[in-house]
């Protein structure tokens, strides 16, 4: 077989790059399934992908199971389509337990799901508390009264500190880049780079205009939008190298690393 090319600025797809540098959907499913299970005793058949890009995670939750079902809702309708040609469609027979579907996750949706997800931190596109309070409201009433809501969060001081970090993937460099944090209204900007072995470069492959929110605030906002409880999961650390280990344990208290990732999971 003919060796692929290296991947340069020009030939890359940001989309390719982007789930390949960030997303880990495996794991995301076996966290949805081992934490809705010990709670309902049964395993969730249907997930709703908010903010869902390129539905990976959606794509990821039919294969780990005949009967399951997602769905997918994003404003976006060019993400959407890659989405659709480069997952969902491949999955051949499978594809129509897939659904994305252009729309703003502030609105209600039907069905009720056993499961909503909303990751890598997409839900702080929201400034403002009252919107964020209709999309927490909205979430609640489109998940089943056995069901769960998650959401991903980072903290830490690290989290608003301006920084730049690379990580090595095959055939590229992937750059994490947080910008200025006002202290006033928490706004921060961050973008993704990518970078190629011929030295060409994608700047601000993505850009993302975010308010930092703190795990109370989203746990007091989750109680107001009518959820009855909220559960928080850190990631253990490795003794050696301190990094994220991956195991994610439901805690009353953590450490107060100096940048941590936690699930926030919402009980209706
Ligand atoms: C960071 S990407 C998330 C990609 C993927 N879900 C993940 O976990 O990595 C954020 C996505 O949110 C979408 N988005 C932003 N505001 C939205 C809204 N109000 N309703 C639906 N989608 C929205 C954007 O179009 C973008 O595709």
Known sequence: ???KPPLTAKTADRHALYQEAVQCTEADVRFIDRV????YDRAPLTLREDFCGTGLLA??????KAERVAFGVDLDREVLAWGQAHNVDPLGESRGRVLLQRGNVLTPKRPQVDVQVAFNFSWWVF???????????AARASVRKDGLFMLDIHGGYEATKSLKEKKRRKGFVYQWEQGVFNPIDHRITCYIHFEFKDGSKMRRAFTYDWRWWSVMEARDLLREAGFSSTEVYCEGTEKE???????FRHVQRCDNDPSFVAYIVAVP
């Open 59 to 64: 794509t990821e939750w039919v294969k780990s």
């Open 36 to 39: 809705y299970r010990k709670r």
């Open 241 to 247: 190298s301190q990094e994220g280990n991956g195991a």
């Open 127 to 137: 400034h403002e508390r009252s919107v964020l309070l209709e999309y927490f409201k």
């Open 1 to 3: 077989m003919a060796k």
